[in-house]
């Protein structure tokens, strides 16, 4: 099956800095990934999502890349915020069925 | 709208015990699935549905049974339960199996397996 490896496992930034999240993929059929946050003791929500015929997709200060060639796509978060602390997941999906999630970043933005 | 309900919100259990884990949406969604989430981990699928009457095994399913009767509940079943199946349980739905949709989560069912 799939396998996401998401890092760093623990990111911390100054508030008004950016934050890189990168995750890998295995499966080279995998077509759509899409990231949640979540807050502590919360659901994940999505908060951006990209399809393999994209190479970049942005909503104001989030951004996600992937790079089929290499099996790996990214989140950039811009002018962090305190608000943005919490826990961000990548996900890798063939064909939008099974979902196969990374282990996680813990964003601490420090104001 | 409710959105995707899950009850109980807390369970500890006894080793062996079964239990359902009830998950229902009034959204009228065709695709809904199972997660379970360690402590420092990412989400793990367990099963989903595309649609009443059809249930797949997605990556970790052993221990586990669904069944979707109705297009709104999609039940989780433990069957006998071990201390390995202690974990953070979320249920999502989403509109439409074949698009990019967004999964709706709940709010989660804390299981504890003494």
């Known amino acids: 099956g799939e396998n996401v490896e998401q890092h760093p496992s623990t990111l911390s930034v100054q508030e008004g800095d950016s934050a890189v999240i990168k995750c890998t993929y295995s499966d080279s059929a995998s077509n759509y990934f899409p990231w949640y946050k979540q807050e502590l003791g919360k659901r994940p929500q999505l908060i951006i999502d990209i399809r393999s015929n994209v190479g970049e997709k942005k909503d104001q200060r989030i951004a996600v890349t992937l790079n089929k060639t290499a099996k790996h796509f990214s989140l950039h978060i811009t002018e962090t915020q305190p608000e943005d602390s919490a826990v961000y997941f990548c996900a890798a999906s063939i064909n939008f069925n099974k979902f196969y999630f990374g282990s996680g970043t813990k964003l601490n933005v420090k104001p | 709208n409710a959105g995707v309900t899950q009850t109980p919100k807390f369970q500890v259990l006894k080793t062996g015990q079964s239990m359902t884990l009830q998950c229902a949406q009034d959204m009228n969604h065709e695709y809904m699935s199972w997660y379970r989430q360690d402590p420092g981990m990412g989400l793990r699928l367990i099963h989903y549905?595309?649609?009443?009457?059809?249930?797949d095994q997605g990556e970790v399913p052993n221990g586990y049974n669904v069944s979707r009767s109705t297009t709104e509940d999609f039940p989780l079943r433990l069957l006998s339960a071990a201390p390995s199946q202690t974990s953070v349980y979320f249920c999502a739905s989403r509109v439409d199996p074949n698009s990019n949709q967004p999964q709706h989560f709940g709010d989660g069912t804390r299981l504890s397996i003494l």
């Open positions: 549905s595309v649609g009443a009457g059809i249930t």
